[in-house]
């Protein structure tokens, strides 16, 4: 507990007005040095956690909970019978068959190579359907649906005609030729994440089996989608028993397996920043020690009056503890505010910044997504606000107990 007259100590040396009550500059320093610390901890943990939230939605969105494949590439009706046997329908929402390739989208001199998908219905039900932002589905099959970036890329929008060729070829007297498919353009789809975007078309299952050859009511993939994408190991056990028991060529895949190298290294980047990052506040700490140290030598004539009226050594060890601790509290609370804020309005300062310097901060190319995602934690932030405190408190000890250490007669004489 603190008397009155430590109370009004600690007051009139943080807040008087004149010259020899003021907190020295490398104070302030300290102050700001904290501010900056913890606010920079907050926005880099919130865009760690948006980005790895955002990202695992949209790839989660975009791609199936769990895949079915099949070792001879080919999935017969009777390979999807057997793989539904006694499956419990509570442990997926939706499943869709389709076919998938490889192939080479083409417009005048212009070509890329793009991931294709066909399914055999395009619902309202359908994943891509929300994504749509100009056209509409598929209605034929020689329609297709690309990705705004890819659009972009090859400079064409709805109704115009694009080429694909596939690695299947035809034997002619000329030799071996691709297969090319003259389609039109009846939609364009935002999935909000650039690899995507740039590198997927869909078309109607039809084609695909037609260029790939395949028979009728043959597929290559089977797409499970489950109300919990993060218990989607019960399905996987479920449908790895029926495909043991059925003797079937077939194996199952999850997200989980797909991303797993991504998921982790998110996990350890995210651990590793935050150490980095707490060593901003540990480098301000020491502002405080050097800071309350020359405040202490400014203070001795103060001190020295002190001792001689009374005041015991404890007394005086709490008024400079307490003013080191005012410090770092003012200064974690100030990079709070500011962490926060920021993080709030990390799309508002983002489109600022770029509309400012008229150039583009974060590409989608190399950062993988479309806008900076934020999502604060409030966990992480009450962590790193004990944590600078903490920090403070222990930087606050040492010039403290040196304040007690001075001698009253010597410091009285000085002056």
């Known amino acids: 507990m603190l008397s009155r007259s430590e109370r009004l100590l600690i007051f009139r040396f943080l807040f008087s007005k004149k010259s020899d009550g003021y907190i020295s500059i490398f104070s302030w320093f300290s102050i700001v040095g904290i501010s900056l610390g913890v606010a920079a901890i907050i926005i880099v943990m919130s865009v760690m956690n948006g980005f790895r939230i955002d990202l695992t939605n949209r790839i989660i969105g975009i791609n199936s909970h769990l ?29 869709y068959k389709l076919l998938e390739t490889n192939g080479l989208v083409i417009k005048e001199s212009y070509s890329k190579g793009v991931l294709i998908k066909g399914y055999d219905k395009y619902n309202k039900n359908h994943y891509i359907k929300n994504s749509i932002i100009a056209g509409s589905s598929i209605k034929s099959s020689n329609q297709t649906i690309i990705g705004d970036s890819l659009a972009n890329k090859l400079n064409v929008t709805v109704g115009d005609k694009i080429k694909i060729a596939i690695p299947k070829t035809d034997k002619t007297i000329l030799g071996n030729i691709p297969r090319f498919k003259n389609l039109e353009i009846i939609g364009i789809f935002d999935f909000g994440l650039y690899e995507y975007d740039s590198n997927l078309i869909f078309l109607s299952s039809s084609l695909v089996r037609k260029l790939l050859l395949y028979d009728e009511n043959n597929y290559n993939k089977i797409e499970f989608f489950v109300k919990n994408p993060s218990e989607v190991e019960k399905l996987k056990e479920q449908l790895q028993l029926n495909i043991l028991q059925t003797n079937s060529n077939l194996y199952a895949v999850s997200w989980k397996d797909d991303n797993k190298t991504l998921i982790n290294a998110l996990k350890v980047e995210k651990n590793v920043m935050f150490i980095i990052l707490s060593l901003i506040i ?101 962590a790193v606000l004990i944590t600078a405190i903490l920090i403070s408190i222990l930087s606050s000890i040492f010039p403290a107990l040196r304040s007690a250490k001075i001698d009253p007669i010597k410091s009285i004489r000085s002056e």
């Open 67 to 95: 895949n079915i494949f099949s070792i001879q590439n080919k999935i017969s009706n009777l390979d999807i019978n057997l793989l539904f046997n006694n499956l419990n329908k509570n442990n997926y929402l939706k499943y």
């Open 282 to 382: 540990l480098v301000a700490s020491l502002n405080i020690i050097s800071g309350l140290i020359i405040f202490v030598k400014e203070k001795n004539k103060d001190i020295g009056i002190l001792k001689t009226i009374g005041m015991t050594n404890k007394s005086i060890v709490k008024v400079f503890f307490i003013i080191g601790i005012s410090i770092g509290l003012i200064g974690s609370l100030f990079g709070l505010i500011i962490g926060i804020l920021f993080s709030l309005n990390i799309s508002s300062i983002q489109y600022f910044l770029e509309s400012f310097l008229d150039t583009k901060l974060f590409s989608e190319e190399v950062y993988y997504l479309s806008s900076l995602p934020s999502k604060i934690s409030i966990n992480e932030v009450i």
